[in-house]
Structure formats: structure tokens, C-alpha cells
T-cell receptor
Framework: NAGVTQTPKFQVLKTGQSMTLQCAQDMNHNSMYWYRQDPGMGLRLIYYSASEGTTDKGEVPNGYNVSRLNKREFSLRLESAAPSQTSVYFC????????????FGAGTRLSVL | TQLLEQSPQFLSIQEGENLTVYCNSSSVFSSLQWYRQEPGEGPVLLVTVVTGGEVKKLKRLTFQFGDARKDSSLHITAAQPGDTGLYLCAGDGEDSNYQLIWGAGTKLIIKP
């Protein structure tokens, strides 16, 4: 099974450029999440979608937008990239209810110059 | 705001030694999860503990949930180089609204 697939794996942007990170899951999960991971800071939630058609802000939403395109796909957009957005971005999904066990993609390594 | 404090942040030990990683909070969690992350990959779930005082074993790894469901520990016996990685704890708060509360992680290096 593919699980959670993220594209691209690597990206270099110049300050002010825009881009969209794509995420798709094939586990029929209701909930999807976008995190960023910086050294020594663990995972910080950017946005999440509890179900198709809904999105909510997490801990660090500024500078990002999201779209829950359908049950499978959840994209993250940087409209005007800044060096502070250099990070590793992870998408995750989980079943609603139960113990909120999250399944992660392999990540997108983004550098903003 | 719920917080999970994880310690130590970094640990480098020799193969065969034992170690313990701690995850502490002043908040109560309905469950607590431990994940391991290897370089270039996303975190992968190791175990979920849900009952106060619960102990779960996964080969040489022993996980414990505190009686009050505010803390947890991960103990590794006779560590091996294959245990090297980043260990993350994550708590499901009683009013978490779909969000997990994450510890900052423990980077573990086991030297042969």
C-alpha cells in the first residue's frame, strides 16, 4: 500500500515565489494534517482537515493556505515564500475517532533562499 | 495550552547500554503515542498507551503510561545500532479537537 504520498520530495525557492505541496492518502482516512519540522522543535501543526470540506488552523498557520480537494487529497500552498519557511513539511492522515493514530508521508524538504 | 516536555533532547550511548526517555506534562491525556523517525522519513507509530499505569513491551522497548495519565517513559534494554533515530511522544488531549500534542523529540544515537 502507498499510504501517504507527498510531492515533491525536495524544493528550492527564492523569496517571494509561490508553490503548492501535494499530499494524497489511500487509507480512506477522514482527517488530514500538515506539519512542519524544524531542528529541536518537534512537529508543529500548520493546518488540519477533520473531514472533507473542512479545514482549521493549527499552531503556525501564518503564510500558508490549504485546500482539502477531496477525501484523498490535502494540499498546502505558500503564496509568497520567506526564508523562515525553510523546513521539512510532513503530511499525515488519521481515522476520525479512536486514538488519533497518524500516518505520515516521507516529507518535503523545502529551502527558501 | 497543553505541553509535552520530552527529555533528554539528545542521547549518544554505546551498544548494549540501557536508556530511558521521558515525556512529561501537567495535562491529562486520553492516550499517549510513541513514534520513531529515521532520517529522510516520516514518523512511524511504535505504540499507543491508553490506561493509567499501563505497561507495553515491544521486544527490547518498554513503554509506560503514568498512573495519572500525565507522563510516559520509553525504556530500551541493551540498545542496538538499529535503535538509532528520533523518538517522539504525542498526547491526545481530552479536548484536543483532532490535534495531537507533540514532544520536541529525543535524538538517539547508538554507537557500535
Amino acid at each position: 500500500n502507498a499510504g501517504v504520498t507527498q510531492t515533491p520530495k525536495f524544493q528550492v525557492l527564492k523569496t517571494g515565489q509561490s508553490m503548492t505541496l501535494q499530499c494524497a492518502q489511500d487509507m480512506n482516512h477522514n482527517s488530514m494534517y500538515w506539519y512542519r519540522q524544524d531542528p529541536g522543535m518537534g512537529l508543529r501543526l500548520i493546518y488540519y482537515s477533520a473531514s472533507e470540506g473542512t479545514t482549521d488552523k493549527g499552531e503556525v498557520p501564518n503564510g500558508y493556505n490549504v485546500s482539502r480537494l477531496n477525501k484523498r487529497e490535502f494540499s498546502l500552498r505558500l503564496e509568497s515564500a520567506a526564508p523562515s519557511q525553510t523546513s521539512v513539511y510532513f503530511c499525515a492522515s488519521s481515522l476520525t475517532g479512536g486514538w488519533n493514530i497518524q500516518y505520515f508521508g516521507a516529507g518535503t524538504r523545502l529551502s527558501v533562499l | 495550552t497543553q505541553l509535552l516536555e520530552q527529555s533528554p533532547q539528545f542521547l549518544s550511548i554505546q551498544e548494549g547500554e540501557n536508556l530511558t526517555v521521558y515525556c512529561n506534562s501537567s495535562s491529562v491525556f486520553s492516550s499517549l503515542q510513541w513514534y520513531r523517525q529515521e532520517p529522510g522519513e516520516g514518523p512511524v507509530l511504535l505504540v499507543t498507551v491508553v490506561t493509567g499505569g499501563e505497561v507495553k513491551k515491544l521486544k527490547r522497548l518498554t513503554f509506560q503510561f503514568g498512573d495519572a495519565r500525565k507522563d510516559s517513559s520509553l525504556h530500551i534494554t541493551a540498545a542496538q545500532p538499529g535503535d538509532t533515530g528520533l523518538y517522539l511522544c504525542a498526547g491526545d488531549g481530552e479536548d484536543s479537537n483532532y490535534q495531537l500534542i507533540w514532544g520536541a523529540g529525543t535524538k538517539l544515537i547508538i554507537k557500535p
